[in-house]
């Protein structure tokens, strides 16, 4: 079993539609959790970081770790084409928090 | 503002030859540090990662190395390069453990 798993997509979505990326993972005393967004080419960016359970919203960006089910989400309101990306889930290791684990990415596709 | 830096951006090398890559950080002081590849379509694989000058962990036996001559540089090496070693390297810091971590640009190698 994987320690972080993604649906790799591709994920496709019409303009302004809200768009559900979804990640599990495997260490249940896992603390930290990020998504990043990657564009073909480039290095991934930093998204959102969540820590505790429940919902945590920036801008058009919505988190949600539920730590009993070990799922972590991210919803993208209002989406558009420039949100086409691969988005990457990382969790940090129960037994070295210095390590993180990032899953294989789910590929996202808006269209106009 | 904190800054990664890596180089070159792109480097092409044929099989045998050895192999530099250079990481940087700007604007932190005692950054924990990362050595990434990421496979063509494929996720991110942890190779090093160090908490502090002369303290690096490798993830992965292969026939790569890293080194951290001061606190803010951080580099990875290879005495012979196979045509499995062909990626994108990437380097990344963290403020510390369980935080989030930001990626440099990344450094494409193909080896012939």
């Known amino acids: 079993q994987k320690e972080v798993e993604q649906n790799s997509g591709p994920l496709s979505v019409p303009e302004g539609a809200i768009a559900s990326l979804n990640c599990t993972y495997s260490?249940?005393?896992?603390?930290?959790f990020f998504w990043y967004r990657q564009y073909s080419g480039k290095s991934p960016e930093l998204i959102m970081s969540?820590?505790?359970?429940g919902d945590k919203e920036d801008g058009r960006f919505t988190a949600q770790l539920n730590k009993a089910s070990q799922y972590v989400s991210l919803l993208i309101r209002d989406s558009q084409p420039s949100d086409s990306a691969t988005y990457l889930c990382?969790?940090?290791?129960?037994?070295?928090?210095?390590?993180?684990?990032f899953g294989s990415g789910t590929k996202l596709n808006v269209k106009p | 503002s904190q800054t990664i830096h890596q180089w070159p951006a792109t480097l092409v090398q044929p099989v045998g030859s050895p192999l530099s890559l250079e990481c940087t950080v700007e604007?932190?002081?005692?950054?924990?540090l990362y050595w990434y590849r990421q496979a063509a379509g494929r996720g991110l694989q942890l190779l090093f990662y160090s908490i502090g000058i002369d303290q690096i962990s490798s993830e992965v036996p292969q026939n790569l190395s890293a080194s951290r001559p001061q606190d803010r540089q951080f580099i990875l090496s290879s005495k012979k390069l196979l045509l499995s070693d062909s990626g994108f390297y990437l380097c990344a810091w963290s403020p510390g453990h369980s935080y989030e971590q930001y990626f440099g640009p990344g450094t494409r190698l193909t080896v012939t």
């Open positions: 969540i820590y505790s359970n």
């Open positions: 604007g932190t002081s005692n950054p924990n």
């Open positions: 990382a969790v940090n290791s129960l037994y070295n928090f210095n390590k993180f684990y």
């Open positions: 260490d249940r005393g896992s603390q930290s």
